[in-house]
Structure formats: C-alpha cells, structure tokens
C-alpha cells in the first residue's frame, strides 16, 4: 500500500515535470517564432553561443571568429533524435545562421559553428527566451 502510494506520487512529480516543460517549450516557441526560431532552434544557438565550456569547442581562426561545437555533443545537450537534430540543424544552416564542417581529426565527426548572423539573432531573441523562462518557471 505504502510503495503503491509513493510510486503514484512519483508518477505525479513526473508527469508535473512534462507539463512544465511542455507549456515552457509552447512558450519560448510562441516568443520566438516572429524571429524564424522555435524553442529547439534557440537551444542550438544557445549552446553554441556557449559552446567554449564544451570540452571538444573550439574557436576557428577565419576572419569572423565563431565557437564551433561537434553535432554529437550538441546532442547530447539536446533533446531530439540525432535525425531530428541532423533537419534542424539543416535549417539553421540553411538560414545562413550556422555553418557544418567535417572533423578533420575524425572524418565522421561534423562540426557546427555559429555565423555572424546567428550570433545576432541569438543576442537579439535571448531576452526572449528568458524572459519566458522567467515567467514559466517563477510559478512552477
């Protein structure tokens, strides 16, 4: 009876814990989507605007400086499949927002750095983003 009731209050935690994060995900999605982002779209972005604290990020020496990151640590960061992840990214770079490169000390290895004008539209939609979180998470 005891393990039955707190597995049902385990179940309970769990299930407030999705609708969080679901409503907090609609939320930075409806904030973001006048900029041509969605939530998962920013989280790229985002750990990419960061990506310096990843243990394999590097910065490129070119001639507009951009952190770089490999797509297997973005997605272990990230919540998608690696398929999904691969699209977004297609899209990201599509929109001229990041670039993809191949590893050169591992062939099979791609990396992502963001551009000039990914980096701009992340300062620019940032306070958006958290702002919603603030929003969301205050009254969670």
Do not use: Y
């Not at 004008?117 to 620019?124: E, I, N, V």
């Amino acid at each position: 009876m005891a393990a039955e009731k707190a597995a049902s209050r385990l179940e309970d935690q769990w299930r407030d814990i999705l609708s969080v994060h679901a409503r907090t995900m609609c939320e930075i999605d409806r904030e973001l989507h006048p900029h041509g982002l969605g939530a998962s779209d920013f989280e790229v972005l985002d750990i990419l605007v960061s990506g310096t604290s990843a243990p394999d990020a590097q910065v490129s020496t070119g001639p507009a400086p951009a952190e770089q990151c490999r797509v297997q640590n973005i997605a272990d960061r990230i919540h998608l499949s690696q398929s999904a992840l691969s699209r977004l990214i297609g899209r990201l770079e599509k929109e001229g927002l990041v670039e993809r490169s191949i590893c050169q000390e591992d062939r099979r290895g791609v990396w992502v750095a963001l551009t000039r004008k990914g980096r701009d539209l992340h300062a620019q939609v940032r306070p958006l983003q958290r702002a919603a979180l603030a929003r969301m998470l205050t009254d969670a």
